[in-house]
């Protein structure tokens, strides 16, 4: 016997965009832990701790010889990227912190006495596996006010690093297309009152609500958010992406304090699902070696 559906978001958009980002190989961070992982600072976006655990990882090269990061160099190249300069506007921001994603960011080491300026690379574009991909749900950012707060449905880090939010509404709503309602709320909060320092990072922003889906980026007006078209994964694949069981460790992970819907879910995951567009658009766009392409060749600033 099938449950029957269930149309609130948790279940119809949000649950099934969690479990399909642990198929894709994300890791699901509690809130209260990526929440840790900032400082406990709700007015921090960036896992300040994922991102040097990350540059931990990173060398450079002086005078032929390969040394690792200063405990100083990894302190600045956290404190540069975990500041948006949003002064002059969002968008300028944006393209900023896109830059510094592309081309990296100088630091000055010193090596026996020498001076080095070597530029550190936030992201390793050519080795997908060398990055650290997580993501979490209901990420409370403070407002510009500090008074308030937002929580955003779902926020994908690389490196700590959040360049993919997700807002997830149910499938009908009593205005209509509900779709829509996410790409306003999207768009409501990138606001200078609201909360641009995350949007500042973003690079992809997708609106779903469990049957249909669109994308934009920071700054795309409302009619110019649009569906996506998959050219080189096949239904086969993508209906297996989704129907394979996530791991236990991911599944204890996203139903902790869950309870009900982890009884739902195994009723629901029983039966063979079916592809929709939610899923066509996550796993086109949020599978980690597309989600890197995309940000690396696809992304553009336009100067009118």
């Given at each position: 016997?099938?449950?029957?559906?269930?149309?609130?978001?948790?279940?119809?958009?949000?649950?099934?965009?969690?479990?399909?980002?642990?198929?894709?190989?994300?890791?699901?961070?509690?809130?209260?832990?990526?929440?840790?992982?900032?400082?406990?600072?709700?007015?921090?976006?960036?896992?300040?701790?994922?991102?040097?655990?990350?540059?931990?990882?990173?060398?450079?090269?002086?005078?032929?010889?390969?040394?690792?990061?200063?405990?100083?160099?990894?302190?600045?190249?956290?404190?540069?990227?975990?500041?948006?300069?949003?002064?002059?506007?969002?968008?300028?921001?944006?393209?900023?912190?896109?830059?510094?994603?592309?081309?990296?960011?100088?630091?000055?080491?010193?090596?026996?006495?020498?001076?080095?300026?070597?530029?550190?690379?936030?992201?390793?574009?050519?080795?997908?596996?060398?990055?650290?991909?997580?993501?979490?749900?209901?990420?409370?950012?403070?407002?510009?006010?500090?008074?308030?707060?937002?929580?955003?449905?779902?926020?994908?880090?690389?490196?700590?690093?959040?360049?993919?939010?997700?807002?997830?509404?149910?499938?009908?709503?009593?205005?209509?297309?509900?779709?829509?309602?996410?790409?306003?709320?999207?768009?409501?909060?990138?606001?200078?009152?609201?909360?641009?320092?995350?949007?500042?990072?973003?690079?992809?922003?997708?609106?779903?609500?469990?049957?249909?889906?669109?994308?934009?980026?920071?700054?795309?007006?409302?009619?110019?958010?649009?569906?996506?078209?998959?050219?080189?994964?096949?239904?086969?694949?993508m209906a297996a992406i989704k129907n394979q069981q996530p791991s236990e460790t991911a599944l204890a992970a996203i139903f902790a304090?869950?309870?009900?819907?982890?009884?739902?879910?195994?009723?629901?995951?029983?039966?063979?699902?079916?592809?929709?567009?939610?899923?066509?658009?996550?796993?086109?766009?949020?599978?980690?070696?597309?989600?890197?392409?995309?940000?690396?060749?696809f992304m553009l600033f336009d100067k009118k």
């Open positions: 016997m099938h449950p029957a559906p269930k149309f609130q978001e948790e279940y119809s958009a949000k649950i099934p965009a969690l479990l399909l980002l642990a198929n894709l190989g994300w890791r699901y961070l509690p809130p209260s832990e990526a929440l840790a992982l900032r400082g406990g600072d709700k007015s921090a976006v960036v896992l300040g701790d994922v991102l040097r655990e990350q540059l931990a990882k990173r060398r450079f090269v002086f005078e032929g010889e390969s040394y690792p990061l200063s405990e100083r160099a990894m302190d600045d190249l956290v404190g540069q990227i975990g500041t948006p300069q949003l002064g002059e506007g969002l968008l300028l921001a944006n393209e900023r912190i896109y830059n510094h994603l592309l081309y990296g960011i100088s630091v000055t080491e010193f090596v026996g006495g020498k001076k080095a300026n070597p530029t550190i690379a936030l992201i390793d574009w050519e080795n997908p596996d060398n990055n650290s991909f997580a993501f979490t749900e209901e990420f409370s950012v403070a407002c510009s006010n500090n008074v308030d707060c937002r929580r955003p449905d779902v926020v994908c880090f690389v490196n700590g690093i959040p360049l993919a939010v997700i807002e997830a509404k149910r499938p009908s709503g009593s205005k209509g297309a509900t779709v829509e309602e996410g790409i306003s709320q999207c768009l409501r909060n990138q606001r200078p009152s609201e909360i641009p320092h995350l949007f500042a990072y973003s690079q992809l922003l997708l609106s779903v609500n469990g049957i249909d889906a669109r994308y934009g980026t920071c700054g795309t007006a409302a009619k110019f958010w649009a569906a996506w078209r998959e050219e080189v994964f096949g239904e086969p694949e304090g869950r309870q009900d819907a982890f009884a739902w879910y195994r009723q629901w995951s029983a039966q063979t699902l079916a592809l929709n567009g939610q899923d066509r658009l996550m796993i086109g766009l949020l599978t980690q070696t597309r989600l890197l392409e995309m940000v690396r060749f």
